[in-house]
């Protein structure tokens, strides 16, 4: 098919990028632009819809706000961001593997508070919500030793599906946040949610290409959690209900399987009705799997 | 080196396509998550890489207004629309080739007015310009018969390098637009400017990555034609002066050899200093070339 067209064309773009290119931006533009003309002449794209392409990416940036990164979201959607947290974090064992990786998704803060073992997140109301008692220990990938020190730094959504600072009528700010320190052997527990599937905002750019394409907007429940401990590979991760129905459909493809957890119900605890073992394995900064991690060190230079 | 991956997460995201996905909208969106899924583990994108992209894409919309298209600008750049209008234009025959198409470019108005033969688009003064008489005649591409009636609709930048409406302060609406209606034989003539080389706004998206790509932003001079006529293919294109620098690297990849044209002085004309023949070739709507154009009749049929 491609053959009816200019086989020089692309070389002939790719050839104009100038001595002063850096290898790395040489490489990774480059690449991207390839890879657009492939899809143009793999699909002929029309000048009909390449226009509407040009339309959605300026409704991108145009529907984006401090705080609403709609470029982010449209990422999200096509699976991007999923895979570059594969392409970043991926590490190849010969045994167990460490806690999987998952997207950091839009709604992290810098800001959320360190809190006591056996504290509680919930700070505000969470009508319908279940209060759970989280609890477990961070072990070393390679000793199984407990990792004394280790944060957790956890976020979620209310039980209304929305994060404090998209529900500021409801929520006070670092509601549903918090770091928690593990103790002397490794363990921690805190009080949080059952967390609740909700739906990406769809009155977006996002919106309309998950209209084009008959997909739901429906991503699972999930708690978020930022794992950091010194002399180990973090983990940012999300944990699923196993009895969610979206797990295989997640619309920004963020499930995997060592992520998804079982609540419990629990007796004899005021301040909980619900249960949640849930233990995380890091790797040590100095190990690397037995596939070397291949990603070039040369990172594209130059800031935008 | 992709085996490194889940083989099976771009197949997953594809798979989520609904069953009221159009067919065409399922080919082509399908297809351009495929290709950046490919880039992302082609050059194994970094987290920073990635998020750069996020907020280069987020400018471009945020640098857009009604009359500054940079979604449109990017893609020229990188030579999509270059190619979406070989794609849509490109007719194979078996002997002499109608005059080849070029891109539209986000200058052209629909409010041109029409002006007799032997009129000039030429309003408003441009110092440094160089007035021609562009002439020629349009023919039929397979009787070659001249094509009365035929309409030559044609813009330009003043010896400023600047469109009537980037330029209110020189320029009045129109000047260096107009549409020519061929006479009976096919025939017209006007009054133009040899054009100017000019540099694509910098100030933008489009600068930050002609910067990363170390590449120039100009443009050969050119002067853009739309030609239109009953019963044939029309054809938008530019036409470029042999002797400009930039005639092999222009930054949008519009120029094609048939294009390049020769301007030579001209004597006992008070009005031009410059010739210009240029004679424009169509093909009939009813002439499909040797191999049929294969382009898919479904278009992206939902509106965005």
């Known amino acids: 098919m491609a053959d009816r067209f200019d086989p020089k064309f692309t070389g002939h773009v790719l050839e104009t990028i100038g001595p002063n290119c850096t290898p790395r931006n040489r490489l990774v533009l480059g690449a991207l632009m390839r890879h657009v003309h492939e899809f143009a002449r793999e699909v002929e794209l029309t000048v009909d819809e390449w226009m509407m392409g040009v339309t959605f990416i300026n409704s991108i940036g145009q529907a984006s706000t401090p705080i609403r990164n709609e470029g982010h979201r449209i990422s999200d959607v096509i699976g991007l961001e999923s895979l570059v947290d594969e392409v970043a974090h991926k590490l190849v064992t010969d045994g167990a593997d460490p806690t999987s990786s998952s997207i950091l998704g839009p709604f992290w803060s810098p800001n959320a508070p360190f809190r006591e073992n056996g504290g509680s997140i919930i700070i505000d109301p969470a009508p319908g919500g279940k ?76 919106g309309v290409l998950l209209r084009l394409l008959d997909r739901h907007p429906m991503r699972p429940a999930h708690i978020h959690l930022m794992i950091t401990a010194d002399e180990y590979r973090g983990c940012t991760t999300q944990i699923y209900p196993n009895d969610d129905p979206y797990l295989s459909t997640d619309t920004v493809f963020a499930v995997k399987d060592d992520l998804v957890v079982d609540f419990k119900p629990i007796e004899g605890d005021p301040k909980a009705i619900l249960d949640l073992e849930y233990n995380v394995i890091l790797a040590p900064k100095s190990y690397k799997g037995v596939t070397p991690h291949t990603q070039s060190s040369i990172g594209l230079e130059s800031k935008l």
């Open 131 to 206: 209060p759970t008692l989280m609890h477990g220990k961070m072990t070393d990938l390679l000793t199984g030793k407990g990792i004394p020190g280790a944060v957790v730094d956890i976020w979620q959504a209310s039980a209304n599906g929305k994060y404090d600072f998209q529900d500021p009528d409801n929520q006070s700010p670092n509601n549903l946040r918090g770091k928690f320190k593990c103790d002397e052997n490794g363990n921690y527990h805190f009080y949080c949610l059952k967390p609740t599937a909700y739906s990406l905002p769809t009155d977006s750019p996002a």
